[in-house]
């Protein structure tokens, strides 16, 4: 288990290989990110679990059966199942970024070309800083988050990162939305 900071500057407990640690392997799209592993269809109490967990990670299992209705053990059962289906997949505290003395906050979209994939997993490992990565579609092949103590410190980490591609930075004024994952997809909330 790594400790990390999200995309919102939140220090969260992070299994990225199962070991902590980030690999190559990791940057790549696979079946499990885009199928996902979930073995059975989520019914209205499960999505009502989710919502209540997201709302408070700290909940006790009482107050989670209250908030659905539910015993406690059949609750704890729908909420290990839903960590064994990794629907649940961690639990974490939010960290103020700007309290940790991350002042700055930065979003770069980088191209790489050819062999120099393989850095980037590096480049991840050496600077927790860069607290999200997201493999993308378009003219970028990454889009980046970065918390930073100031700007000799966004220079040293984007410095890093323009040796294997090209990059653009831009500075994050403020954070307009930080919504949890919403807990049923749009198009099946809109038909209930």
């Known amino acids: 288990m790594a400790l990390s900071l999200d995309h919102h500057g939140i220090l969260a407990a992070a299994h990225f290989c199962g070991d902590g640690r980030l ?3 990791n940057l790549l799209q696979n079946r499990e990110m885009t199928n996902g592993p979930v ?3 989520l019914d209205t109490v499960d999505h009502a679990l989710l919502a209540a967990v997201q709302r408070d990670g700290r ?3 009482a107050e989670l059966a209250e908030a659905i209705q539910l015993s406690v053990s059949a609750t704890r059962a729908r909420l290990r199942m839903l960590e064994q289906n990794r629907v649940i997949t961690s639990y974490a505290a939010r960290v103020d970024a700007e309290a940790l003395g991350y002042t700055l ?3 770069v979209r980088m191209k790489v070309h050819g ?3 393989d850095n980037v997993a590096h480049v991840l490992e050496q600077r927790p800083q860069i607290v999200r990565c997201l493999r993308v579609t ?3 092949c990454y889009v980046m988050e970065i ?3 100031g700007m000799k410190d966004l220079e040293a980490i984007t410095s890093d990162l323009a040796r294997i ?3 653009t930075t831009d500075l994050v004024y403020e954070i307009v939305a930080d919504k949890p994952t919403p807990s049923l997809p749009v198009d099946a909330s809109r038909r209930t």
Request: aromatic share 4%; no cysteine.
């Open 23 to 25: 690999r190559p392997s």
């Open 39 to 41: 073995t059975r269809d």
């Open 59 to 61: 909940a006790t299992l």
């Open 105 to 107: 906050r930065a979003v």
């Open 115 to 117: 062999s120099l994939y």
């Open 138 to 140: 378009g003219e970028s």
């Open 147 to 149: 918390v930073a103590a």
């Open 165 to 167: 591609g090209s990059i």
